[in-house]
T-cell receptor, first 114, second 113 residues
């Protein structure tokens, strides 16, 4: 079975400082991993995805994530937080079951302080 | 190109009432999904469809039914609503193939009193 664990339910940073949102995964097969963002009262938007190509994946809005197989991690980073980054972030792994669906982490709420 | 749309956006039901949530996509996607989102639990898969006329159960299917009579539409029904079904419901779709990237609708906020 596949699963993801988001290690922090809330992260608070100051504007202009780095962002680190942590995610560990468990997968029986070579995983496909994603980060989605959800702004308040909005749907989910894909930030970036890893599908066994380059281990450092660049996404939209300056975010990137590094796939580390030895650590079973897929942490999301951004060098400098912006107020508009305040949102909920979900780490997601592809399911290899017949559902052909995605399994979501519980989410990390990012606050950005002025 | 509207992407994935959901109707209604908000709804309040009394316990025991029924309703249908409609999801529509204009991207000609094969696969469609219904999720529910509850605080601290991420999104959980209710039902899904891998093509027109097919449906299957997800993680939390009890109390819900679905139909996919047309490729572009995926309906989620609650026959007898319960307070435990108070949630935000998201529909998603994706193309066939290995990408697995799903496109989400804006959500329906349902309250059952």
């Amino acid at each position: 079975a596949q699963s993801v664990t988001q290690l922090d339910s809330h992260v608070s940073v100051s504007e202009g400082t780095p962002v680190l949102l942590r995610c560990n995964y468990s997968s029986s097969y070579s995983p496909s991993l994603f980060w989605y963002v959800q702004h308040p009262n909005k749907g989910l938007q894909l930030l970036l995805k890893y599908t066994s190509a380059a281990t450092l994946v660049k996404g939209i809005n300056g975010f990137e994530a590094e796939f580390k197989k030895s650590e079973t991690s897929f942490h999301l980073t951004k060098p400098s937080a912006h107020m508009s980054d305040a949102a909920e972030y979900f780490c997601v792994v592809r399911s290899w079951s017949g559902r052909r669906a995605l399994t979501f982490g519980s989410g990390t709420r990012l606050q950005v302080q002025p | 190109n509207a992407g994935v749309t959901q109707t209604p956006k908000f709804r309040v039901l009394k316990t025991g009432q029924s309703m249908t949530l409609l999801c529509a996509q204009d991207m000609n996607h094969e696969y469609m999904y219904w999720y529910r989102q509850d605080p601290g639990m991420g999104l959980r898969l209710i039902h899904y469809s891998v093509g027109e006329g097919t449906t299957a159960k997800g993680e939390v299917p009890d109390g819900y039914n679905v139909s996919r009579l047309k490729k572009q539409n995926f309906l989620l029904g609650l026959e007898s609503a319960a307070p435990s079904q108070t949630s935000v419901y998201f529909c998603a779709s994706r193309a066939a193939g290995d990408s697995y990237e799903q496109y989400f609708g804006p959500g329906t906020r349902l309250t059952v009193t």
